[in-house]
């Protein structure tokens, strides 16, 4: 068998030094951020599914056993499991959907030119970049019935102290109320990039064929918005099913679990009773509703 050219010898080794260039180089560089990726995500994720067919308390120093579905029977027979997926599922409904209620009204309004209006849009979006527990402790202070801001114009008016945070239901309320302060401009931010960019041609022509301002809105407005609406709410159900650490610094859960939504219910487990086994299938759960919410709205907006 003859031996290649010289010539060919030589472009066939340059095309296999490029492709190793092209192909396997850039993996190369990328290696180091992978790995630290695996490390934050990829294995407490398969480690606490691992855990999650083991009993393991924490406190009591002995070793975790395999206890295959255990903890998710006892999860699905918990009272307690089945209060905070309702709680869950209330806090996000009633937070995510006014949210994006006052956020598309928000951007729409101020879809047009007036005095100073790039610092208004600069400044309701303010509450977006202030750390949740930050936002939580304000408000705490706010809710207080002896020194709080809002208490304090209620005895203005001449009615007696309300106790938000410690009436079942008004905590809850407040805990709600909260998260819309914060997170409605994210909605705004999300909508008004959207709007912004367009194209008048539309507009132009349903004003010119007499069409008033729902028909507009119903026909032209929200046909266009619906990709980044879906944006929208996916990454704020996301958000809405970690909250934490606003609720946490503002009622604990409490008062009893009247605000114990998931995220916390899995604190509870994990940290006050040491129960390391279920409360990571608890976690396996709110991965799931994460997952069931986020296929819902990308198959309704792509139809697939």
Same mark, same amino acid.
């Given at each position: ?91 996000? %409904? #009633? ?7 006052? +956020?598309? @009204?928000?951007?729409? $309004? /101020?879809?047009?030119?007036?005095? &100073? ?30 020194? %709080? #801001? ?7 008016? +001449?009615? @007696?102290?309300?106790? $938000? /945070?410690?009436?079942?239901?008004? &905590? ?133």
């Amino acid at each position: 068998m003859s031996k290649l050219p010289k010539k060919t010898r030589e472009t066939s080794l340059k095309k296999k030094s490029l492709w190793f260039k092209n192909k396997i180089t850039p993996y190369g560089f990328l290696s180091p951020a992978l790995l630290i990726l695996a490390g934050v995500l990829l294995f407490p994720l398969i480690y606490s599914f691992f855990l999650s067919f083991h009993e393991w308390n924490m406190a009591s120093g002995e070793a975790m056993k395999f206890s295959f579905l255990d903890n998710y029977i006892k999860l699905f027979k918990s009272e307690s499991f089945w209060h905070s997926i309702k709680l869950q599922l209330i806090f996000v %409904g #009633a937070s995510v959907s006014i949210e994006l209620i006052i +956020g598309l @009204a928000v951007a729409i $309004f /101020l879809n047009k030119d007036f005095f &100073a209006d790039k610092l208004v849009r600069a400044l309701l979006l303010l509450p977006a970049f202030i750390l949740p527990v930050v936002s939580g402790l304000a408000f705490r202070f706010m809710y207080n019935p002896q020194y %709080g #801001a809002i208490n304090w114009f209620i005895k203005k008016l +001449g009615f @007696a102290p309300i106790p $938000f /945070l410690s009436h079942p239901k008004l &905590a809850f309320l407040a805990i709600v109320i909260q998260d819309i302060w914060r997170m409605w401009p994210f909605m705004f931010m999300i909508l008004y990039a959207s709007i912004s960019t367009f194209p008048k041609a539309p507009y132009e022509a349903a004003k010119i064929s007499g069409a008033n301002r729902w028909q507009i809105f119903r026909y032209i407005t929200l046909p266009l918005l619906k990709p980044s609406i879906v944006i929208a709410v996916i990454l704020r159900v996301l958000n809405a099913l970690k909250a934490f650490s606003e609720i946490y610094v503002m009622t604990n859960g409490g008062p009893g679990n009247a605000t114990t939504i998931l995220s916390l219910f899995i604190y509870k487990n994990a940290f006050d009773f040491y129960d390391m086994g279920f409360s990571a299938g608890v976690s396996y759960i709110l991965v799931i509703i994460a997952l069931i919410f986020s296929v819902f709205l990308v198959k309704k907006q792509f139809d697939f």
